[in-house]
């Protein structure tokens, strides 16, 4: 990894010179110990601040898709032939990648508005599952030594492996390799083991109905309605989100919890063939709400349907905008 | 597209607990009329067997 961010901060410091990006999302030393947080580079002195490592955990698509659509609200009141097009150079790795590809097939901005300097990825470290490895105790301080983690906690001196504590999103991925990238930093990675992607999924399946039902209610009673799954995923993109809208107003802004379950169910449902299992909303999550488990099943539908993975290639196009003669018609109802 | 929706929908709905005969989806053209009544007949009669929806209802006090 070392070689990787050495190899990155090179290609920042390039771009950045020859005005082949404007500004550049990636990672920086996140203020607490054992985090990256995501920072933006618009010189070539920032750029050695820029990191990339397994502990880089949010999908910066999101912030290539903030940034440009800022861009181009302030380019409103310039005269369309004095109007300025912004590069903005992102280190993405395969989700990040996935993102981008829904974004442009989305029409959100052209594909020469984005440079993306394409990193292998070997999964991320799940801020949870490191909590739970180490019994909760506080983290004093730490660093990555190639796959192992060495921590300081208020309770003692540990060492974990990366693959030990690594987001459960990340143990299944498909696709931890770049699919599109105009120039590549370090060697693809290893595939992970996505064969057993869904079989969580399947076993929730195979539960009964009021079971899940239950499990439903009692996740999304955690849910203290914060909105970070919606900032944090590059999917959420849109000016006015229904659930701040009043005109309609589609959900209530009280604590009932049918608001709740409402908000969230709407959300999930947004994301069929277009979340790309980042991981960053169920990362960002304050209460530990059981996002994926909805996520995943959208995934899993829209892979049994449609035969279509979000984001998975550039000419493919999304689920919902298109059709074939072969979809199943068992859910029509007829008399 | 409607009808990917509506698959998907439907789906996702029974995955979280939501009984899947409460999502139907059918076509019915303006002149079948016949096809229109047998529609809400068996939709009424698979509603009327499963009994009131409790289920993301909210309490207006």
């Known amino acids: ?335 | 597209m409607a009808r990917r929706k509506f698959a998907t929908l439907k789906r996702f709905l029974n995955y979280i607990g939501v009984e899947g005969d409460r999502t139907i989806f059918t076509w019915v053209s303006a002149s079948e009329g016949d096809r229109f009544a047998q529609v809400i007949k068996g939709v009424t009669a698979k509603v009327k067997a499963l009994g009131p929806a409790n289920k993301m209802l909210k309490n207006i006090a």
């Not at chain 1, 300081?152 to 990238?181: E, H, L, M, W, Y």
């Not at chain 1, 049918?258 to 991981?279: A, I, K, N, P, W």
Request: hydrophobic residues 35%; aromatic residues 8%.
């Open chain 1, 1 to 335: 990894m070392e070689n990787i961010e050495s190899k990155l901060r090179e290609e920042a410091k390039r771009l950045l010179l020859e005005k082949r990006a404007d500004i550049i999302v990636g990672y920086e030393k996140g203020t607490l110990p054992l985090t990256a947080t995501p920072c933006f580079v618009s010189t070539e002195a920032e750029a050695d601040k820029l990191v990339y490592n397994e502990l880089c955990t949010q999908n910066l698509a999101k912030y290539v898709h903030d940034l440009i659509t800022a861009h181009k609200n302030s380019q409103k009141r310039v005269k369309p032939e004095d109007r300025k097009k912004k590069v903005i150079g992102v280190v993405a790795r395969g989700c990040t990648t996935r993102s981008l590809i829904i974004h442009l097939q989305e029409r959100q901005y052209e594909r020469d508005e984005v440079y993306i300097i394409g990193v292998p990825c070997e999964g991320y470290v799940d801020k949870k599952n490191l909590a739970k490895a180490l019994d909760s105790a506080e983290i004093i301080d730490g660093n990555l030594d190639g796959l192992q983690l060495k921590i300081k906690t208020a309770a003692g001196d540990k060492t974990i492996a990366v693959s030990d504590v690594i987001a459960p999103n990340c143990a299944v991925c498909r696709f931890n390799n770049p699919i599109i990238s105009d120039i590549m930093v370090g060697t693809p990675a290893p595939v992970k083991n996505p064969a057993t992607e869904y079989d969580k999924i399947s076993e929730f399946e195979k539960k009964d109905i009021a079971e899940r039902w239950d499990y439903f209610t009692k996740e999304m009673e955690k849910c203290i309605r914060c909105n970070a799954c919606r900032q944090a995923c590059p999917s959420c993109y849109c000016p006015t989100c229904f659930a701040e809208q009043s005109q309609p107003q589609w959900v209530g802004i009280g604590e009932d919890k049918s608001d709740t379950q409402v908000f969230q169910c709407m959300r999930l449902f947004h994301m069929v063939g277009r979340c790309v299992d980042c991981g960053s909303c169920i990362s960002v999550c304050p209460m530990g709400v059981d996002l994926r488990n909805y996520l995943k099943k959208i995934d899993k539908d829209c892979w049994e349907l449609f035969g279509t993975r979000a984001g998975s290639s550039m000419e493919e196009m999304p689920p919902l905008g298109k059709f074939s003669e072969q979809d199943k018609e068992d859910f029509i109802y007829n008399p």
